[in-house]
């Protein structure tokens, strides 16, 4: 794990306004499906597998990180933030503070992240139960690949999302495509 993170913080670095997240697409769905063959392969070969995946573990919680200023994997700490400012906002010691939206909404993406992985993954275990001993990291290391790649879009052109040449702006309110 930690050394996913010094990778991607030595890239980082190197590289600083680059297309990073691009650069580590590859690294990290390879290293799930190879993490997944080899696990297939040998069964009985735990730690090749188990390595991999930490470090591309690494290198996501570290563009996460980067990306959101949140880890991944944090559910409670976006549930504390989430808790602290509903009180802030009914409690008059607190002095009734707005509850600021971006705070708000990335708390509740976190959450409601854990949440729909939770219920994805409890539906595929009953419905496609092999998928649990092979594949599953396969799919996850190209759902995350395809991610990081998204995040570096405007590096690689963006054609997908240009009208009238320029690039479309999507925020929480609205899509600004003129």
Do not use: H
Request: hydrophobic fraction near 45%; charge should be positive; proline fraction near 3%.
């Amino acid at each position: 794990y930690m050394f996913g993170v010094g990778t991607f913080r030595r890239a980082e670095l190197s590289y600083k306004d680059k297309a990073m997240n691009g650069l580590f697409a590859p690294i990290v769905a390879g290293c799930f499906l190879c993490s997944d063959y080899l696990s297939w392969v040998k069964p009985s070969c735990k730690f090749i597998p188990a390595m991999l995946l930490s470090f591309s573990w690494g290198i996501i919680n570290s563009v996460g990180s980067e990306v959101t200023g949140t880890l991944i994997f944090v559910l409670t700490g976006a549930m504390t933030r989430l808790s602290n400012m509903i009180v802030d906002r009914i409690s008059r010691t607190a002095g009734r503070k707005k509850i600021p939206k971006e705070g708000m909404l990335m708390s509740l993406s976190v959450i409601g992240g854990f949440i729909l992985g939770a219920a994805w993954s409890a539906f595929l275990s009953t419905r496609a139960p092999k998928l649990v001993t092979r594949g599953v990291f396969s799919i996850i290391g190209g759902i995350y690949g395809l991610l990081f790649l998204w995040l570096d879009r405007e590096q690689y052109g963006a054609w997908w999302s240009i009208k009238n040449g320029e690039l479309c702006d999507i925020d929480a309110e609205e899509v600004d495509c003129k």
